[in-house]
């Protein structure tokens, strides 16, 4: 990963930790949304950080079954907002676990 997307991710993940700071202290139901929201936009940020910095010694089945899940977890998390779909947060927790291990895989090769 270069420089700048290091830079951004750090970025991303130290607003995202405050936001579920901030909403866990508050106990606020407007913080508590934007936390799930902040979860989907960090999900959406390592799909596209995964398939952007994939070089070509990369397994491309892994590389696109990684952004695959992260994508569909940044997804599920916006769809268990909707009124009698909560379940979908469990999906997007597994979803982003899937992902976040695919690109460990990706990494440690």
């Known amino acids: 990963m270069d420089r700048r997307s290091r830079t951004i991710l750090r970025s991303i993940l130290i607003g ?3 936001l ?3 909403s866990i202290l508050t106990d606020s139901p407007i913080l508590a949304t934007a936390a ?3 979860f989907a936009g960090v999900a959406g940020f390592f799909a596209y950080a995964v398939y ?3 070089s070509s010694s990369d397994d491309r089945r ?3 079954g990684s952004v695959a899940a992260l994508a569909a977890a940044a ?3 916006v769809v268990a ?3 009698g779909l909560a379940a979908a947060e469990t999906v997007s927790t597994a979803l982003f676990v899937a992902g976040f291990l695919g690109y ?3 990494r440690r090769r």
Request: hydrophobic letters at 70%; proline letters at 4%; aromatic letters at 8%.
């Open 16 to 18: 995202y930790v405050a």
């Open 20 to 22: 579920i700071a901030a």
């Open 36 to 38: 799930d929201l902040g």
């Open 52 to 54: 952007a910095n994939r």
């Open 62 to 64: 892994i590389v696109l």
């Open 75 to 77: 997804v599920a998390q």
């Open 81 to 83: 907002l909707l009124p």
């Open 104 to 106: 460990f895989l990706l």
